[in-house]
């Protein structure tokens, strides 16, 4: 670098550089280069090798390769886990899958038979005074899918098959799962019922143990032969014609049960429909006969401890008492004491 310098004082100090502005830029540029900030390595890519024998392992683990499927090419003895270094994501699924594996050996199924026994409990309408609860036992193989048996159990109860519901756990299940896919191991207990069943008691789950239907007690009679009638309904009779009652008892908390009586019903025989409706029937005999005239009994004689009655206002009524005596409309809370 040659420099040259003015000796005239007046003009200042001008200074003239030749050569020197590439050593300046080069300083410049090194200054820029410290200043950047440091650029992340990517982590190494895995081998093919080792992606191959990663996705073999967790297949293998999880169980996910398909039986149909041809089973791959045995690996290499020399490609071991011991001696492959994995990153840490990678080794940490493994872990987790080995560590999920090991319960699998004590698995039932291989200590399990693999034919199951599975009982079907058909639910009727709780509005079907008709209907009968049955159960049914069915054989299937763990590994067949419920097809056939929702076909058997469709033609025993004369539906479509589209309108059949199973339910295993109160959860609805298909024709295409398996009792494997449920965990069943030896055998189950399914709950079957029609679409309309269905339906009502997912609208309505705090009726599904409770049989609200009305039944119509058409008159009152002595005869056994006609005790039956009791529990029958009579489409035909005029509703105008009929009181609609709401009877409750001791041993049926929470299960109120509703009668549609007549007004010339005794309450006799409502106590007995009740008793009926309620599955006490075999634990009492016939109301006992009316011990006073017509009316409230308020000082009638002492009653036993097991002689049902109506209660209407703290009082008990005889058995021979018109319910149309009493004053109640429809939709009355009536007791059921003496139980």
């Not at 599955?279 to 409230?296: C, D, F, H, I, V």
């Amino acid at each position: 670098m040659s420099e040259t310098q003015s000796s005239d004082s007046d003009s200042g100090s001008d200074v003239v550089v030749t050569g020197g502005s590439t050593s300046k830029r080069k300083a410049k540029g090194k200054e820029r280069a410290r200043s950047k900030s440091r650029s992340l390595t990517p982590p190494p890519e895995m081998s093919r090798e080792q992606r191959d024998l990663l996705r073999n392992i967790v297949r293998e683990t999880l169980g996910a390769r398909d039986r149909d499927r041809t089973p791959s090419p045995p690996l290499d003895p020399d490609l071991s886990t011991d001696t492959i270094v994995f990153d840490p994501e990678v080794q940490a699924i493994i872990n987790a899958a080995n560590a999920g594996a090991k319960p699998s050996e004590s698995n039932p199924i291989s200590h399990s038979n693999e034919t199951i026994e599975i009982f079907v409990h058909w639910k009727p309408h709780p509005r079907d005074e008709q209907g009968r609860k049955r159960t049914d036992i069915f054989k299937l193989n763990r590994t067949d899918t419920f097809r056939e048996l929702f076909e058997a159990v469709a033609e025993d109860q004369s539906l479509l098959l589209e309108n059949l519901r199973l339910s295993h756990n109160n959860i609805r299940i298909f024709p295409s799962v398996t009792p494997a896919t449920l965990r069943i191991w030896d055998e189950a207990d399914l709950e079957a019922c029609d679409k309309t069943t269905w339906e009502f008691l997912h609208a309505n789950p705090h009726k599904a143990g409770h049989n609200g239907s009305a039944i119509e007690i058409a008159s009152d009679s002595e005869e056994e032969e006609e005790d039956e009638e009791l529990l029958q309904s009579d489409a035909g009779d005029d509703d105008d014609e009929t009181l609609k009652l709401v009877l409750r008892s001791s041993k049926t908390v929470g299960n109120d049960i509703t009668l549609t009586v007549r007004p010339t019903t005794t309450c006799g025989a409502i106590v007995q429909a009740f008793l009926k409706k309620a599955g006490l029937a075999g634990q009492y005999g016939k109301p006992a006969g009316s011990t006073t005239k017509r009316g409230r009994g308020r000082k009638s004689a002492v009653a036993s401890d097991k002689n049902p009655q109506l209660s209407i206002d703290g009082d008990r009524i005889d058995h021979g008492v018109p319910i149309s005596e009493m004053d109640l409309d429809s939709g009355d809370v009536v007791d059921v004491v003496g139980l």
